[in-house]
């Protein structure tokens, strides 16, 4: 992979001994699957991964009846001498982020939607930063595409700008705070929404002449199998040739430890993988239009051209699907069903099909699908068209069969 000398970023330390940004090695990380509530498995989980080479682990926790298990987990571990720095990853609640920040080494947090008022989220921001000093917690501001304010779309769009403005206002406060210990992620599930989001906030700090926080990068939903690695490598890398990227996340519909050989093979540019190095030495050039085909002289396969080419946005020979990995809040089997819509899908093409675990981040991150598939918890789903339900509380045997159905029916009328 050709790359830029790195960007040099401020240093972050998080927990005693892991840097990141400043010229630090990489960091790879991932984030559990299992149910935070159940203690013993989220423990067991932490353990697998963190000995399978992830140096920060992220649990979800999905409200305050959550706190009092992460500080069991936290104990556990430490008493075992696994000090793997955790990552508490909140969503909507500023009380439940507070409230964990003393027990965590960092917090994902999008502080916008710690309310819908804007001028609320901002003072809720405030008091989490405040918290976050007092414990020396590192903070991830997590923008997402699909998940801006209107304060920000109202002006920018729903656009990678827009993502790169308000990953600015959030960095902007941190600043005013005197507060520095934080990271920041622009994450999307299109490649080249992604990739120019990243640049665009590079270019926006650097034009403000402010220092640069470290950058997560990462494809968000990208899926499984080959095609979920392919996506990734192809954003991923593209952000890396332009010398941006302190830690990665491959997010994978599998389980988490299957992230962590794609995301060190990206960190550590090792070589021997032909379908990794082929999307990660021609992704980046097609997705920044530096070519428009892979050479046919590359012996790159005709499989591995198609996958290539639709993981730039460059060509799309079948549906491009959208799919989470899973946390502790999904409430369903992920990985099965994602398998069975890509089955029975696959004959499809020009449409992009999205499988998410829950409705917390669900409808606003795929917000690029023409259809969606989005678990409610206790056996319901919802379907999606163009961003809006058309169907809830749908049984989880029937969904399926109704999305094929509804799919088949909307295209019917579109002929």
Request: with cysteine; aromatic share 6%; net charge negative.
């Amino acid at each position: 992979m050709e790359t830029k000398n790195r960007i040099i970023t401020r240093t972050v330390r998080i927990g005693k001994n892991l840097l990141m940004g400043g010229g630090n090695p990489i960091v790879v990380q991932t984030m559990c699957n299992t149910h935070t509530s159940d203690v013993e498995a989220t423990v067991a989980q932490i353990r697998e991964l963190s000995e399978a080479g992830a140096e920060l682990v992220r649990i979800t926790v999905p409200g305050l009846q959550d706190v009092p298990k992460v500080k069991e987990i936290m104990d556990i571990l430490r008493s075992e001498g696994n000090f793997v720095p955790v990552v508490a990853d909140i969503h909507f609640s500023a009380d439940t982020a507070i409230a964990v920040a003393p027990l965590v080494e960092k917090v994902r947090i999008n502080p916008g939607n710690f309310h819908k008022n804007y001028e609320t989220a901002r003072e809720l921001f405030v008091k989490f930063i405040a918290v976050c000093k007092q414990h020396d917690t590192a903070i991830r501001i997590g923008v997402n595409y699909g998940s801006l304010g209107a304060q920000i779309t109202e002006k920018f769009g729903n656009t990678p700008l827009g993502m790169a403005m308000a990953a600015l206002d959030w960095i902007k406060m941190c600043e005013q705070e005197d507060f520095h210990n934080y990271v920041v992620s622009l994450k999307a599930s299109n490649t080249v929404t992604m990739s120019r989001a990243y640049s665009s906030l590079v270019n926006l700090l650097k034009e403000s002449d402010m220092e640069i926080p470290p950058m997560h990068v990462g494809v968000t939903e990208a899926g499984g199998g080959d095609t979920g690695r392919i996506k990734s490598c192809v954003g991923i890398a593209t952000v890396l040739s332009e010398g941006i990227g302190d830690t990665i996340r491959v997010s994978l519909t599998e389980p988490p430890v299957n992230e962590i050989p794609v995301a060190r093979y990206l960190a550590h540019a090792e070589k021997g993988d032909p379908m990794l190095d082929a999307a990660i030495t021609w992704g980046p050039k097609l997705l920044k239009g530096e070519i428009d085909r892979i050479p046919e002289d590359a012996g790159v396969s005709q499989y591995l051209d198609d996958e290539i080419m639709q993981a730039a946005r460059r060509r799309f020979y079948k549906p491009d699907y959208i799919a989470c990995p899973g946390c502790g809040r999904t409430m369903y089997n992920l990985q099965e069903t994602f398998e069975q819509v890509k089955a029975r899908t696959s004959h499809l093409k020009d449409i992009v099909i999205a499988v998410m675990g829950c409705i917390v981040n669900g409808p606003g991150e795929m917000a690029d699908a023409d259809w969606g598939y989005v678990g409610e918890g206790g056996g319901k789903v919802s379907i999606y068209k163009k961003g809006q339900p058309i169907l809830r509380h749908v049984p989880d045997y029937e969904a399926i069969d109704k999305l094929l159905e509804l799919i088949t029916q909307h295209t019917e009328e579109d002929l």
